[in-house]
T-cell receptor, first 120, second 112 residues
C-alpha cells in the first residue's frame, strides 16, 4: 500500500535555530501534500497545502515566512521551521494524496508518522 | 464551510463492550467521509471510509454507514479490545486532492 515516510520522528533544537522535516512518498506520486500541526490532545490543524512545483497555500494565521514548505518533486515535500521558539513545539504531520488515476477519482490520503518537535 | 462534529470524550469501556462514536457533518456537495485512528505518538491511519450515501465502510470489526438524511457517519464495533485504545477522528473531504476537515477526535480507552 501507499507509504509516506516522515523524518525525523522527533527532534530537539535550541531556540533560534531552524529545523527541516521531510516527507517522502515511497511508492506513489504525491500530487498534493498537506502539513498539519497537532497540539496535545487536540485535533489536527491544517497549516498549508502544497502541490508539486508550485507555491504552498497557507491557512489563515499561519506565518509562511516561518513555516517554509517546499514540494520540489512528486515524491518529496519539506517543512522548515525557521528561527524556532518554544511555542513552535508541537507534533507535525504530513499527508499526501495519491495522483488521480485517469478517469477515476482516488481519495487516497496517506499520513506520515509525525515529527515531535521540542524547542528548548 | 465544512465542519465535522464528534461526540465529547473521553470514552472508557470494558473489553468486549459495544462501541458507538457519533459523528455528524456539514458540507457543501457530496463529501467523502473517513474515520482515522491515531495511536500514541504516531501519525494517523485510515480505519475506513465511504464515498457516497448509504455506503458502509468496514475494517477490523469497525463499521460506519454514510447517512445523508441525517448527515452522520457513526462508528461502531460490536466487541472492543484493549488494543483498540486510541484516538479516533472523523473527517470529510469534498473533492479529489481537497483538504480533509477533521473533527476534534475522541479518546477511547478499553479496560481489560
Amino acid at each position: 500500500g501507499a507509504v509516506v515516510s516522515q523524518h525525523p520522528s522527533w527532534v530537539i533544537c535550541k531556540s533560534g535555530t531552524s529545523v527541516k522535516i521531510e516527507c517522502r512518498s515511497l511508492d506513489f506520486q504525491a500530487t498534493t501534500m498537506f502539513w498539519y500541526r497537532q497540539f496535545p490532545k487536540q485535533s489536527l490543524m491544517l497549516m498549508a497545502t502544497s502541490n508539486e512545483g508550485s507555491k504552498a497555500t497557507y491557512e489563515q494565521g499561519v506565518e509562511k515566512d516561518k513555516f517554509l514548505i517546499n514540494h520540489a518533486s512528486l515524491t518529496l515535500s519539506t517543512l522548515t521551521v525557521t528561527s524556532a521558539h518554544p511555542e513552535d513545539s508541537s507534533f507535525y504531520i504530513c499527508s499526501a494524496t495519491l495522483q488521480a488515476v485517469s478517469g477515476q477519482v482516488n481519495y487516497g490520503y496517506t499520513f506520515g508518522s509525525g515529527t515531535r518537535l521540542t524547542v528548548v | 464551510g465544512n465542519s465535522v462534529t464528534q461526540m465529547e470524550g473521553p470514552v472508557t469501556l470494558s473489553e468486549e463492550a459495544f462501541l458507538t462514536i457519533n459523528c455528524t457533518y456539514t458540507a457543501t456537495g457530496y463529501p467523502s467521509l473517513f474515520w482515522y485512528v491515531q495511536y500514541p505518538g504516531e501519525g494517523l491511519q485510515l480505519l475506513l471510509k465511504a464515498t457516497k450515501a448509504d455506503d458502509k465502510g468496514s475494517n477490523k470489526g469497525f463499521e460506519a454507514t454514510y447517512r445523508k438524511e441525517t448527515t452522520s457517519f457513526h462508528l461502531e464495533k460490536g466487541s472492543v479490545q484493549v488494543s483498540d485504545s486510541a484516538v479516533y477522528f472523523c473527517a470529510l473531504a469534498t473533492g479529489a486532492n481537497s483538504k480533509l476537515t477533521f473533527g476534534k477526535g475522541i479518546t477511547l480507552s478499553v479496560r481489560p
